[in-house]
């Protein structure tokens, strides 16, 4: 049975350690409330990883990157040592090829960065399951990487779980503080997206930029909004179901929106 796939919101980094972040808690409890099935190895598109080509890394053993600037001293210490899948990346460039992709890169010194394995050590603690990344690029657009996931749909059919990682809202210049109401712009493309999405329309999600209310604003930049466009492709495209699996804003303007797409 092909697996599902999921778009998660990954907000802050500090959502490693502080637990009154409610996403947080929606990420620990995944394995007994939201995706039980263990999968044999995990794909992570990340918004941190941005580049030019479509690129995987092709590692054995990954090692954690501490992709972030001013935060507290613990969270650089943290280690998330989850095994490489040089196979499944392999697999990941073959397909993209096959489907006209012509070029995919390869790097073979690249770990997981905190989009990928933040999430992850919520998720699955135990670091015992193969990750790879595949990359987002920021200068193509929404059909282009929706286009990607459909290439890749066939890979839920051998146990590999497909995320998207990135944010449902992601205006860092307009973070506000812990208890701060959302702002109309933040509700209003939040909304969109998931009436949109529950919808099915994902031709509209494709075009985003031209359709949603706030678009700009909520999203200045599409490198945390593509990692969905990944997800809805790889679940099938225009058959795929959307679900909301978990909702909650912190710090005013950051929606941790996530959700799961079944085919």
């Known amino acids: 049975m092909a697996l599902d796939t999921f778009y998660i919101s990954h907000g802050s980094p500090t959502m490693s350690i502080d637990d009154e972040i409610p996403a947080r808690h929606f990420l ?18 990340s918004g941190h990883w941005d580049t030019k ?3 995987v890394n092709i590692v054995d053993q990954n090692h954690t990157i501490h992709d972030f600037y001013n935060f507290p001293k613990v969270m650089y210490q943290l280690k998330y040592p989850a095994p490489g899948a040089p196979a ?10 096959a ?19 933040v999430p992850l050590m919520l998720m699955y603690p135990e670091a015992d ?21 459909k290439a890749l749909a066939s890979l839920r059919d051998e ?8 944010s449902a809202t992601h205006n860092l210049r307009a973070i506000g503080r812990r208890g701060d109401s959302p702002p ?62 978990h909702h909650s804003w912190d710090m005013g303007t950051l929606s941790y929106a996530s959700y799961q797409f079944s085919n």
């Open 28 to 45: 620990k409890s995944w394995k007994e409330k939201v995706f039980s099935e263990r999968p044999k190895s995990i794909l992570v598109i």
């Open 53 to 55: 080509n479509p690129s």
């Open 88 to 97: 499944l990346a392999r697999k990941v460039k073959e397909l993209l090829n």
């Open 99 to 117: 489907a006209g992709f012509e070029r995919v890169d390869e790097d073979k010194k690249r770990g997981l960065d905190h989009g990928a394995w």
């Open 129 to 149: 399951i193969p990750v790879c990344q595949l990359s987002v690029s920021s200068d193509k657009d929404g059909t282009y990487h929706y286009n990607l996931g």
């Open 159 to 166: 146990g590999v779980l497909i995320i998207g990682s990135g």
């Open 184 to 245: 109309s712009w933040a509700k209003d493309f939040d909304t969109w997206l998931k009436d949109t999405l529950l919808d099915g329309r994902y031709e509209d999600i494709n075009h985003y930029d031209q359709k949603a209310p706030s678009a700009k604003m909520a999203q200045p930049w599409p490198d945390h909004f593509y990692p969905l466009h990944v997800a809805i492709g790889a679940a099938g495209g225009e058959n795929a179901k959307a679900k909301l699996v």
